[in-house]
Structure formats: structure tokens, C-alpha cells
């Protein structure tokens, strides 16, 4: 299973990003789907996350300014990015927990990240 993640940029304090993370390989379900970022120095932290039964959690720092969708169908993550903030500046991770077949546990998967910086 790889999940390749695209869509990070520069951009100006205020502006926006979408974040896409294309899931692919042998997979019979797709439990939840997420982003994950880390800044320098920081240790990596949830931004949204959404299950397969459609509940959806974000972290405080990004409520009301950041929408996770997932398009089930081509087993893709969006992240869209408004408002954004200097301190949204971080390397964001993809996240995906897998079936591999109907009698295996979730395995986890991450993506190799995609850099999103925010200049004030």
C-alpha cells in the first residue's frame, strides 16, 4: 500500500492549500484516513482525521479554518487549507489505516509527507 501525497506549496498568511493523498495497492478497506504535520523541532501532531464510518476529528489549532473529505470511490484524502498561518508552516504527513483482506487487523500507512509553508 503507498500513499502519495500532493498539493503543498508556499503560500502568504491568509491564503489556501488543498492537500491531496492518493491511497493505492492491495487494499479491501480503507478504516480511517488523516493528517498528520510536524514542524521543526516539534514532535508530529493529528490536524484531522476521518473514519470510515464519516466521523471526522481536527485538532483545536485548525477548527473552522481546515475541512478533511475523502472520496471513497478513488481512495483519497483531501485536506483543505484556509486562513492559513505561519504556524500551520510544517511537513504534513498522510495517514491511512488499511485492510489488507476481510479477516485482517488495520495496518497502518503513512505517506512521505508534503511541505507547507506559510510566510506572514
Known amino acids: 500500500v503507498q500513499l502519495q501525497a500532493s498539493g503543498g506549496g508556499l503560500v502568504q498568511a491568509g491564503g489556501s492549500l488543498r492537500l491531496s493523498c492518493a491511497a493505492s495497492?492491495?487494499?479491501?478497506?480503507?478504516?480511517?484516513m488523516g493528517w498528520y504535520r510536524q514542524a521543526p523541532g516539534k514532535e508530529r501532531e493529528l490536524v484531522a482525521i476521518?473514519?470510515?464510518?464519516?466521523?471526522?476529528k481536527y485538532a483545536d489549532s485548525v477548527k473552522g479554518r481546515f475541512t478533511i473529505s475523502r472520496d471513497n470511490a478513488k481512495n483519497t484524502l483531501y485536506l483543505q487549507m484556509n486562513s492559513l498561518k505561519p504556524e500551520d508552516t510544517a511537513v504534513y504527513y498522510c495517514?491511512?489505516?488499511?485492510?489488507?483482506?476481510?479477516?485482517?487487523?488495520?495496518?497502518?500507512?503513512w505517506g512521505k509527507g508534503t511541505q507547507v509553508t506559510v510566510s506572514s
Open positions: 495497492g492491495s487494499i479491501f478497506r480503507i478504516n480511517a
Open positions: 476521518t473514519t470510515s464510518g464519516d466521523s471526522e
Open positions: 495517514y491511512a489505516s488499511v485492510l489488507l483482506n476481510s479477516r485482517s487487523l488495520g495496518r497502518d500507512y
